[in-house]
C-alpha cells in the first residue's frame, strides 16, 4: 500500500473521527490520489470491468450491422427523421447497459474486497474512511464514464451513419446533431455519476446487493409508468429531462409529468450524488469488518 500517502510522524496513525474541520485537505487530496493510481488500473483492466466494455460494445456491433442494412435507407428519409426513435433506443442503454454496468462495478468497490478477505489491507493504513470512499468511487467513476462517453459517441456515430457521411455531415453541422450528440453524452456521464452513488451505498449496507440492485432497476424501468410524485424519486426522471428529444415510450406510455428544467436537474443529481457519498462515509466509519459473517 506504498501508494498511498501516510501523515508525517507527528500525526497519529489512526484515523481522525469523523470531522470534516479536523481534516488535513492537502493529505486526503493526495491519499485519493494514491488510491485512485491503485484502483484505476482494476476497474479499467479488471474482471468486473469486461462486463461493463461487453455491455457497451455489444449494442455498437448490432448497429453496425444496422448501418450496412438497407432498414434505415427504407423506412425513414434521413438522420433527421430517426432522432425520436434514437432516443428511446438510448433510454434503453441507460436502464440496461449504463444501469447494469455501474451495479456490477460500484456494488463491488467494498463488497468484493470483503469477499475475498482483502479489504483490512486498505483499513490498517492511516487513511481516514471517507478518504477511501471517494478515491474508491472516484475511480470507478473515471473508468465507468469513459467506457460510456466513448461508447454514446460511437453508437449516435453508427446510427446517424447509416444514410451516408453527407447526411450525417448535414445532420451534425447544419442540423441539431451535434447539440443532440453532446447532449447524450452529458446524460450518458450523469448516469454514471448517480447510479454509482447508489450502487457504491448498496455495496456498502446490504450483504447481497444484487437483490437491492434488483429492486431498484424495477424502479428506473418502470418509472415511466408512475405517478408524478414518485417518478421524483429516481434517477432516470433527472436524466429524462436533459435529453434533447423525448423517447417514443414517453410520448404514448407513459403518466406525462412536467421536466425538470436542465438548471435544476444537473445540480439535483450532483446534490443527490454528494448526499449518497456522505451517507456511504458515514456507513464506512461505522462498519465494523467481520470476515467470517461473509
Known amino acids: 500500500m506504498s501508494s498511498v500517502d501516510t501523515p508525517a510522524d507527528d500525526e497519529t496513525a489512526t484515523p481522525a473521527p469523523w470531522d ?3 481534516l488535513d485537505w492537502g493529505l486526503a487530496v493526495r491519499q485519493v490520489r494514491g488510491i485512485l493510481r491503485l484502483e484505476l488500473r482494476r476497474n479499467l483492466l479488471g474482471r468486473r470491468a469486461f462486463t461493463a466494455y461487453f455491455l457497451a460494445c455489444a449494442p455498437a456491433l448490432l448497429f453496425f450491422f444496422w448501418v450496412v442494412s438497407p432498414a434505415p435507407r427504407k423506412f425513414w428519409q434521413g438522420p433527421a427523421d430517426f432522432v425520436a426513435t434514437f432516443a428511446s433506443i438510448f433510454e434503453g ?14 456494488m463491488s468497490l467494498f463488497r468484493s474486497e470483503i469477499l475475498q478477505r482483502s479489504l483490512h489491507y486498505y483499513l490498517l493504513t492511516p487513511v481516514r474512511r471517507e478518504v477511501l470512499v471517494v478515491g474508491k468511487y472516484l475511480s470507478a467513476l ?27 455531415s448535414r445532420f451534425l453541422f447544419q442540423g441539431p446533431g451535434l447539440g443532440n450528440l453532446l447532449a447524450y453524452l452529458g446524460v450518458a456521464a450523469l448516469a454514471c455519476v448517480g447510479y ?13 446487493p ?16 408512475m405517478p408524478a410524485w414518485l417518478k421524483k424519486v429516481s434517477v432516470i426522471f433527472y436524466l429524462q429531462s436533459l435529453y434533447p428529444v423525448p423517447p417514443i415510450s414517453e410520448e404514448i406510455f407513459a ?40
Open 196 to 208: 454509482g452513488a447508489l450502487f457504491l451505498l448498496a455495496g456498502l449496507f446490504f450483504r447481497n
Open 93 to 106: 442503454w441507460v436502464r440496461i447497459s449504463i444501469f447494469f454496468s455501474a451495479l456490477i462495478l460500484f
Open 142 to 168: 473515471i473508468a465507468l464514464t469513459l467506457i460510456f462517453v466513448v461508447a454514446t459517441a460511437v453508437i449516435f456515430l453508427l446510427t446517424f451513419g447509416a444514410w451516408g457521411f453527407g447526411p450525417l
Open 20 to 22: 470534516f474541520r479536523t
Open 255 to 294: 403518466i406525462l409529468t412536467d421536466p425538470v428544467p436542465a438548471w435544476l436537474s444537473v445540480p439535483g443529481l450532483l446534490l443527490f450524488t454528494l448526499l449518497v457519498l456522505v451517507l456511504a462515509s458515514w456507513r464506512a466509519r461505522t462498519m465494523e469488518l467481520n470476515y467470517a459473517g461473509d
Open 210 to 225: 444484487i437483490i437491492a440492485g434488483g429492486l431498484v432497476w424495477v424502479w428506473e424501468f418502470f418509472n415511466f409508468l
